[in-house]
Every structure is written in C-alpha cells, then in structure tokens.
C-alpha cells in the first residue's frame, strides 16, 4: 500500500517536472511519432523485397515492434532519465541523501525519475501488438495470451536487473558513467526475431545483454513456439536476475559506505 | 535507552586510497599491483551529546569533520570504534533511525530544481510516511519560523541562495527529526541570510528540543548558538568543552586589516605579526592580541595615513591552526 | 598555422584518451545498427539466393564497406559542442584568435576517430572472419576514386552538423533538430539498406540530397559498382553541397556568434 502512496507522490512530482517543460514535450511526442513513421516504413522496405525473416511474417513483425517498444519505452521512460538522474547525484553527493531516505534505496533510484507522457507509448505498443497478431493470423489461447504476458514481464524485468548491475558498478569504479549506453546500443537488436542473426549474435543477444529475452521470446511463446520446460527457464532467469541484481545492489552499498573490506 | 542522545567511542574512520602516478607506465603498473596510502580521517574519538544540546564541530578543512558526520548519519562504516545516536547504530541504516534524524548538507540539494519546493515536500511526506495532520502542523511551524510561503510556489532554480537554504533545511526537518546533523548550513549565504537560519535553529531547538550537531566556517555560527564546541584536527580530537573556555585558553587575536593612503612603504611590523590574507591583497593584516587591540589601533591612527582600517576576528581555521598545531 | 593544429591535436587527444572507456561505449553504439543489419539481410538473401539482384555477399561487403565509410564521415561535433553554448563556456574559445569550430572542434572529432578506430579495426577483422566476404570488386583505382570523396563526405557532413549544432545560439531544442537530421540520415544516406532497396522515390529525391555522399556514394565507388557518367555526377553534386555547406554555416555561425554575443552570455 505504501509503496503504491510513493509511486503516486513520485508520479505527481515528475508530472510537474514534464509541466515545466511542456514545449519540449511537444517536440518529444513529435520526434516519437516520427520514429514510428520510420519503424513502420523500415518494415515496409524490408517486406517489399521478401515475404518472411528468420520464418516471421510481416503481421508478427509488427507485433514484435510493438513488444520492442515496450522495452524501449521502459528504457527511456525510466532507465535513461534516473541513471542521469543517478550519475548526478554520485557526481554531485545528493547520493547521500538517497540512501539516508527510511525507503529502499533501490526503489527510490528506479523511480525517482519517470517521463511521464511516455506511458501513451505502452498504449502504442499495446496496439501494434494486437494488431499484429491479427494480421500474422497466429492461433492464440488464453493460455498462450497468458504466457506471453508473464514472459515480457520477466524479460522485463532481466533488462532492468542488468541496469541495477550497470549502475551499481558505479560504486566500484566511479569513473563508470557511460554504464548504460551498452543496454541501449544493443537494444535495436530487438527489433527483429533472434532467429535471423547468426549463432554468436543471438547468444550475445539473448545471454549476455538479454533483450531478445523479453522481446523474441514472449512473442515466440505466442506463437507456440516454446515448451513448458523453456517458458519455466525463462521465468526462473527472470526471478534469478532480479535477486542477483539487488545483491549486487546491496553490495555497491556496502562499497560506497565502506563497509566492505 | 542510554541516557546520551549521541554517544562516539573510539570511533576511527581509514580510507585507502590509490597511489596515483601519472603516465602511461604507471597506470599500467598500477593497474596490476596497486599500491595504497592509508588516510587517518578520524582516529579514536570519543564525546557524548545530551539530549537538547547544540554543539559546534569545529576543525580546518579535512580535519575528519565531515566524515564524522557521515558516520553518525549512517553513511559511512568506521573502521573501528562505536557509535550510538538514539539508541541506534547509525550504519545499520534502520528505517525507524532514518525516520529520527536528518543530515543537512549546505552544498547539496535534496529539492528537484525545475519544481517548486511545496511538490518536494509532499513527496518526502510520503517517502517518511508522515500523517497528514502532523504534516500539516510541522509545516505551519516551520513556515512561521522561516517565512517560508511566498517561496514554495516558485521552482526552486529560481530562488535565491538564502531562499533555497531554507527550503533545503525545511525539507529536512519535515518529519521532525530528533537529532539533527547539519554540516556547514549557512555556507554561501550573506550575513542576513546566515542570522535568518542561526535565529530559526535556536528556536527550533528551544520548542522541540532536538539535539544539533553542526559544523560552520563561521565563527559566528557558533558563538551563537552553542555553549560547547569540539574540535577536531587531524582526525583527533583536540577540545571539547565550554566555548568560552576555549577563547580563554588559546590568546585571543584580533586582526587589524589597514589601507594606506600612500603606497605600502611603511613597515608595519613593529605594530604586531603580519599576516598575509590571499583573498584581500590590498588590504595588509597585522595580528594583535586582543587586549592590546585599542592601544595599536590608536596609534597606527596617530602615526600613518590611514584610509581604511577594519578590526575583525581571525578566521576560525587560524585560530585553531595556531592553538593546536604548534 | 600547422603548429597551431598540432597543439589542437595534444590536446584533444589528450582529452579523448581520458575518455576512451567511454569512448568504447560510443563505438558499440556505433556499430551494432550496421552490424544487426548485414545479418538480418544476408540471412534474407541467403533465403531467397538474392534480393533484387543482391547477393549475401553484396550485402555483406556493402555493410563491412559502410562501417569503414561511416567510421571516417560521421562526427560528434553535436556532443562535444552544443552544450558549450548552452551552458556558456564558449566564451573562453571566442576570445581566442583561433575559429572554435573549425579548428578546436574539427580536430576533437579527428581525435576521436583517430581513438575510436583501435576499437574498430578488432572488430571488423572479426566480421571478416565470421562472413569471409568476397571484395574482388574492389580495385585500386576504385579506392583511390573514393579517398577525395569520403573526405568530401566527411567535410559536408561535418559543416552541415556543425550548422545545425550552431542553432544552440537561438534554441536549446538542438538536439531535437539533430535527431530529426539523423532520422533523414537514416531514410536518405543508404545507412539502413542500399538505396537500390529504397522505393523508387526515396531513392530519386536521395541523389539529390547531400546524405549518401556520406554512405552510399563512396561506398559504391570503393566497391566499383558506379558507371562513369555515375562517377563524375556525384562528384558533382558532393562540390555543389560542399560550397552550400560552407556558405550554410559560415552564414549560421556568423550571426549565431552575434547573438551570443549580444546576449552577453
């Protein structure tokens, strides 16, 4: 209940930060659709000279793009703006006043920071998304829809663990604060189903910066593609990689306060 | 329950830091077999604070007192010694502490820039759980004592220094904090502007009787508000006691600062210790004692063309310099 | 004047080599679009035999040309000077007897390639074994045709950003305008796919445009797939935007400074 009171009070704060620059609004909301224009016509441009990619249709693609601005939008909706948010405040000491706050520290760091309009991008997403799977024509259950739900939330939740590692090693090695551009740089890796990149790519993609992990895997799911035993695989890493993540929290902590030997 | 509301034993702070040289080499050597010096910030203090006390922490730039601070507030781990403030150890970082103390940091900002104060506030009442009723009642406090209103509706980027001081300082006591560790709380402000905070602290101590810790460039800070001051030196604690018997115990100096009307060709020397001062190159400083102040003063009248000629307290640093490094 | 530049250089690659794990960071960024496209189109042309008459290895050296072309026109002169502006420390350069942008700023940039490009070679060696791409189209009189273009490339683009990093002087919505300009990059340049790919009218208003003279044109001239007639209009057209360039930004930094300076920032 309470952490719900704090993410309205945080939501509150940051709708009147966005309040306070309302032309750059604007002009975000307009560079938004423009990319979505460029998304849209990329796939176009690539339909136009064949039918299938790595066997995904054009109807699954769009699908996919709207899963991959999920995960883009909680890139730039959350993890951009609080890892400035959190650089600057290890730059600058007001660290200090982050930690001595009587709530966890993680939480206050993912969300200290939320771009608010932003969330008409998941309402975007939602609808490339189904709209997509109607073109693709996929046979979809309650049971797949279900699946595919859990799995984008756990891939979800693999990106953010791997942020709170990047931005956790910043207490190690101060002089570390490029630590996201990695997550972002391979991201458009999302983009299109693993299944069109060669071996080393898609290890690369979905083992070490895992974004195909919540963008592929979901939609594959939906598309029956995954047995029980890999949806349980995936959702064990999802929860593995948010516990390893607020150790590796919980130790930065230990090191920013000396307490580790 | 201990009696004291803060109680230091032997409490030492170490840092390791890196031996750095510079060049390629080095940054290649160093990389495989790094070579550390060991920095004593704060060894073996020892004091105790009762509850209601405002003492002033006194010592010269990286003397300890801020990583004192830090370690009191949590922040920091000791590499040796305890710590109790309000029955808890401070680096365990509890909630139920958090929620009892705060750390004002003058040259940090806990307020977001680009929104007026009154939205941060709301959000560390939510963030320290404070009910409504006491929200609103600690807040017609602190807006009696810093006249807070018509600065609330402004972003914060726009106030002045002093402005946002108070905001900063409300925005820590919100959750009405029993202990307060405020580290250089006027720093930057103008002199109204450091009397504005001073007067409000001293009477936030008298009505909620808070104990304050707090360390201050200026002098004045302190001759205010505290009966007791420690110093710290070297990360040794070097006095704790009666700010009074301090000024009684180091010779009390006073610094004459003198323009000349003509060029500096006279020879000030035989008036007292000259003192150089980096910030103020025209002036020229001589160091009296402080009973002898009238008696020096009268004659560099009689005797030099004096334009100007000011009478001040030597800088709090100095005089700590000069009592305990010798 | 070459001491005046050789100075620049100590210093900016003195500056870029505190960075360089940032540095790494940017040239990842830099090269997985490319990279994830070579895979997605040779994995469609391996599918197919070909796309439009392109072969996987058409793709694969045209994406393996294009990190090299791209390495060497792109810049970050919208990194490394906008916030000069915005936050006043350019003050300091213009009261220098020396052109902020066209010496400090364009130097910067080469520092960075000239840093970036250790990052690079590792990579691209590594792609070369992965897809053993076929360069026999490459001749020597090709790549000696496209050295004077890639610079023409380099320099076209380079004015043009800085004009457009030179509207910090009115806005400070710069970076939106930049990420406009990327985005008719990526649409005109043959960034995303070679221009042949392109709707028949993309690619009409695209000769047109200064973009491919970053990507596309040198490319084709490296790998030897332009006719002469192809050859000389595109020199043509690289001079032509090169001299509009120049007057562009000599015409936005003339008035910019003005302003600034009016301002009194």
Redesign the interface.
């Known amino acids: 209940m309470n952490v719900l009171k704090l993410l309205s009070a945080f939501l509150k704060v940051n709708i009147q930060m966005s309040l306070a620059y309302r032309a750059d609004t604007v002009v975000n909301i307009l560079l938004n659709l423009m990319w979505l224009g460029w998304e849209l016509l990329s796939l176009g441009i690539i339909f136009s000279n064949t039918d299938t990619i790595g066997g995904w249709g054009f109807g699954e693609l769009i699908a996919l793009l709207g899963v991959f601005r999920l995960v883009h939008t909680l890139m730039i909706a959350l993890i951009w703006p609080n890892t400035e948010k959190f650089n600057q405040s290890i730059r600058d000491g007001s660290m200090d006043y982050t930690l001595l706050q009587p709530v966890n520290s993680m939480f206050l760091v993912t969300f200290s920071r939320i771009t608010v309009w932003r969330a008409w991008d998941l309402i975007l997403a939602a609808i490339l998304i189904v709209i997509g799977v109607n073109m693709a024509g996929d046979t979809t259950t309650l049971l797949s829809v279900l699946t595919f739900i859990l799995l984008t939330v756990s891939g979800t939740i693999v990106i953010y663990s791997l942020w709170i590692v990047l931005i956790a090693l910043t207490f190690w090695f101060t002089k570390f604060d490029n630590n996201v551009t990695i997550l972002q740089a391979l991201l458009d890796a999302g983009r299109y189903p693993v299944t069109v990149y060669p071996v080393w790519l898609r290890i690369l993609v979905t083992f070490i910066i895992p974004i195909a992990v919540a963008t592929t895997v979901p939609l594959q799911a939906l598309r029956g593609d995954l047995n029980l035993s890999r949806v349980l695989m995936f959702l064990v890493i999802g929860l593995a990689s948010f516990l390893v993540a607020s150790q590796v929290w919980k130790r930065g902590l230990k090191q920013y306060s000396g307490a580790s030997s | 329950m201990s009696a004291e509301t803060i109680l230091v034993e032997k409490l030492s ?1 170490t ?1 390791k830091v890196p031996e750095r040289e510079g060049g390629f080499g080095a940054a290649v050597r160093s990389f495989f077999k790094r070579k550390y010096n060991e920095v004593k910030a704060v060894q073996e203090v020892n004091f105790r604070l009762t509850q209601g006390e405002i003492v002033g922490f006194l010592g010269p730039n990286g003397a300890g007192k801020t990583t004192t601070l ?1 370690m009191l ?5 000791p ?1 040796g010694g305890k710590a109790h403030v309000l029955g808890f150890t401070p ?1 365990e ?1 509890k ?2 502490y ?2 009892s103390m705060t ?1 004002v ?1 003058g ?4 307020l ?1 820039w ?3 104060a009154a ?2 506030f ?2 560390n ?5 404070i009910p409504e009723d006491e929200y609103k009642k600690t807040y017609k406090e602190l807006d009696e004592l810093l006249e807070l209103g018509p600065l609330m509706k402004k ?1 914060v980027r726009n106030l002045s220094l002093g402005e946002r001081m108070k905001c900063e300082i409300a925005a820590g006591l919100l959750h009405r904090p029993r202990v307060l560790f405020l580290d250089e709380p006027t720093i930057g402000l103008d002199i109204t502007g450091q009397a504005h905070i001073r007067e409000f602290l001293r009477e936030y101590n008298r009505r909620t009787g808070a104990t304050i810790l707090l360390t201050s460039h200026y002098m004045a800070d302190v001759t205010a508000l505290c009966e007791r001051i420690i110093i710290i030196h070297h990360g040794q604690l070097k006095y704790d006691g009666g700010i009074n018997e301090l000024s009684r115990k180091i010779a009390p100096f006073k610094l004459i600062g003198v323009i000349l009307a003509e060029s500096n060709s006279h020879d000030l020397s035989k008036y007292g210790t000259l003192v150089r001062n980096e910030e103020d190159w025209e002036k020229q400083y001589i160091q009296v004692k402080a009973e002898d102040v009238t008696r020096v003063t009268s004659g560099l009248l009689a005797d030099l063309p004096i334009h100007d000629i000011t009478i001040t307290d030597p800088p709090i640093e100095d005089v700590i310099e000069q009592a305990f490094n010798q | 004047m070459f001491k005046i530049f050789r100075r620049l250089w100590q210093v900016n690659w003195a500056e870029q080599w505190q960075y360089r794990a940032n540095l790494i960071m940017y040239l990842l960024y830099w090269l997985v679009s490319p990279i994830i496209y070579l895979a997605v189109w040779t994995s469609i042309a391996q599918s197919k035999g070909s796309v439009n008459g392109l072969t996987p290895n058409d793709f694969v050296t045209y994406y393996m040309t294009l990190l090299v072309v791209d390495q060497i026109t792109s810049n970050i002169v919208i990194h490394t000077f906008a916030y000069k502006v915005q936050d006043g420390s350019l003050s300091g350069e213009l009261v220098r007897p020396i052109h902020p942008m066209l010496t400090n700023a364009l130097v910067n940039n080469i520092a960075f390639k000239a840093l970036t490009i250790m990052g690079f070679i590792p990579v691209w060696i590594v792609l070369f074994f992965l897809y053993k791409p076929d360069f026999s189209s490459v001749t020597f009189s090709g790549i000696l045709l496209a050295l004077p273009a890639t610079m023409m490339g380099f320099l076209v683009g380079f004015l043009l950003s800085a004009a457009i990093t030179s509207l910090a002087f009115w806005t400070t919505r710069v970076y939106s305008i930049h990420e406009f300009y990327f985005a008719l990059m990526l649409l005109f340049s043959g960034q995303f796919v070679p221009l042949t790919l392109m709707p028949k009218l993309i690619q009409d208003i695209a000769q047109y445009l200064p973009f491919q003279l970053l990507i596309y044109y040198p490319i084709q001239l490296i790998l030897g797939k332009l006719s002469s007639t192809q050859i000389v209009q595109g020199y043509v057209t690289g001079i032509t935007w090169l001299v509009i360039a120049i007057l562009v930004f000599n015409w936005v930094w003339r008035n910019g400074v003005k302003r600034y300076s009016a301002v009194g920032a």
Request: proline content about 9%.
């Open positions: 702070k840092y830090k507030s949590g922040l920091l781990h590499t680096w970082l909630p139920d958090l929620r750390l940091m040259q940090r900002n806990r977001a680009d929104i007026p939205d941060s709301l959000l009442q939510a963030i320290y759980r972003p």
